[in-house]
């Protein structure tokens, strides 16, 4: 079993709708939660980052952490054309030893189109 | 800014040849990573440095790879032999400290005959 689970898709709505997209993990260690957005033949960038549980809000997206749960969602509002990408939600373990915020472990990613 | 930069962008060679990736992190950033992404696997991060040494290279997957970071702007990631199961998209990804966002190159694409 992978530490992360995510469904890939693909999944196509049409312009306007709201996105939910979600992720499921194992290890009880990430404290750390992220969502990178990645074009086609480009490398990820960061959308949202989260500590621990609760919601985050930035514009038309929303990054919500239910660690009893062991799940992350994040919903995108109004989707646009442009936001047609895969997204991959990507955690951490924060600890001792020198483990880094940047040891990221990945979701398979979730291929999104929205069109008009 | 010009952010991490990559070089080359696409790599074609033939099993058994020598393959170098370079990198050029984000002037500043003390942290460097080295990921691999396949459509079987996903990212997978392969080795990071922190103020050019490395600290954690469990991620990679046989003594054929080996990484290098001679400075703080500089660092490589080399094969060799090269396989044809290296064929994937290798990036390179700096930080500016240990709690920073990670900020991603556009990758290598590797593919090996």
Request: contains cysteine; glycine residues 8%; hydrophobic residues 30%.
């Amino acid at each position: 079993q992978k530490e992360v689970e995510q469904d890939p898709g693909p999944l196509s709505v049409p312009e306007g709708a709201i996105v939910s997209l979600n992720c499921t993990y194992s290890n009880s260690a990430f404290q750390y939660f992220m969502w990178y957005r990645q074009y086609s033949r480009k490398g990820p960038e960061l959308l949202m980052y989260t500590y621990s549980s609760g919601n985050k809000e930035d514009g038309r997206f929303t990054a919500q952490v239910d660690k009893s749960s062991k799940y992350i969602s994040l919903f995108i509002r109004d989707s646009q054309p442009s936001d047609s990408a895969t997204y991959l939600c990507a955690m951490s373990a924060s600890g001792a030893g020198g483990t880094s915020y940047g040891k990221l472990t990945f979701g398979q990613g979730t291929i999104l189109t929205v069109h008009p | 800014d010009a952010g991490v930069i990559q070089s080359p962008r696409h790599e074609v060679t033939e099993m058994g040849q020598e393959v170098t990736l370079r990198c050029k992190p984000i002037s500043g950033h003390d942290y460097l990573f080295w990921y691999r992404q396949t459509m079987m696997r996903g990212l997978e991060l392969l080795i990071y440095f922190n103020n050019n040494v490395p600290i954690d290279d469990s991620g990679m997957p046989e003594d054929r790879f080996s990484a290098k970071m001679p400075n703080a702007s500089f660092s490589t990631l080399k094969i060799q032999p090269s396989e044809p199961r290296d064929s994937a998209v290798y990036f390179c990804a700096s930080s500016f400290r240990r709690d920073s966002p990670l900020h991603f190159g556009n990758g290598t694409r590797l593919t090996v005959t």
